[in-house]
């Protein structure tokens, strides 16, 4: 079980946060089966990522205890086609000395909670098929196996196969949204 001595705090983030995303993304980058990214991000580089989904309107988030962040979570549109503008894929991402301490489990469902809230209708995670944790953690959220694309990344000396994961949010398909109620579609529908 979780160690729960500690209390874990979701937030949205800040661009004082960065450094410490920054510190996080960079292990992973390194040694985790998460991000494809090879080479660390320049700080700026994720100040302009945080923002543009700011501006969108999606939501990024960190995990801290004791005022330190400890994870970060945030979505990102799933496509840049106007017809996807429902669908948002996230990332999640615990410090490697946090792992197993119930923080992913705290800001999967902030997130799946802040994207409902942004009139989001679906979830796409991409993981990677090794990634028994994040497998199991997305199902515990109600998040179900869509596919697998099999040998689609090369790290660490081997390829990859990467297992879509997806959720239902809100209405989900059971209502138009709100921007084409009414019989007005916006350009791409």
Same mark, same amino acid.
């Given at each position: ?33 998460? /991000? ?22 999606? /939501? ?21 086609? /106007? ?93 138009? /949204? ?12």
């Amino acid at each position: 079980m979780f160690d729960t001595s500690f209390s874990i705090t979701i937030r949205p983030s800040t661009e004082a946060d960065v450094a410490a995303m920054l510190e996080i993304y960079s292990y992973h980058i390194q040694h985790g089966l998460g /991000p494809f990214d090879i080479e660390p991000l320049h700080p700026e580089e994720l100040k302009r990522r945080r923002k543009a989904m700011l501006k969108r309107r999606l /939501p990024h988030l960190v995990a801290e205890i004791g005022g330190v962040v400890v994870g970060y979570a945030y979505a990102a549109p799933f496509r840049k086609r /106007p017809a996807y503008r429902y669908t948002v894929e996230h990332s999640i991402y615990v410090h490697k000395d946090r792992q197993g301490l119930g923080i992913g489990r705290r800001l999967l469902p902030a997130l799946i909670e802040a994207c409902t809230a942004a009139d989001c209708r679906q979830m796409v995670a991409v993981v990677d098929s090794a990634n028994t944790p994040s497998l199991r953690l997305h199902e515990a959220f109600g998040f179900v196996r869509a596919g697998v694309l099999r040998s689609v990344g090369f790290r660490f000396g081997r390829w990859t196969d990467s297992v879509f994961l997806q959720r239902s949010l809100g209405e989900a398909d059971a209502e138009l /949204p709100d921007d084409v109620r009414g019989g007005t579609v916006q350009a791409g529908d």
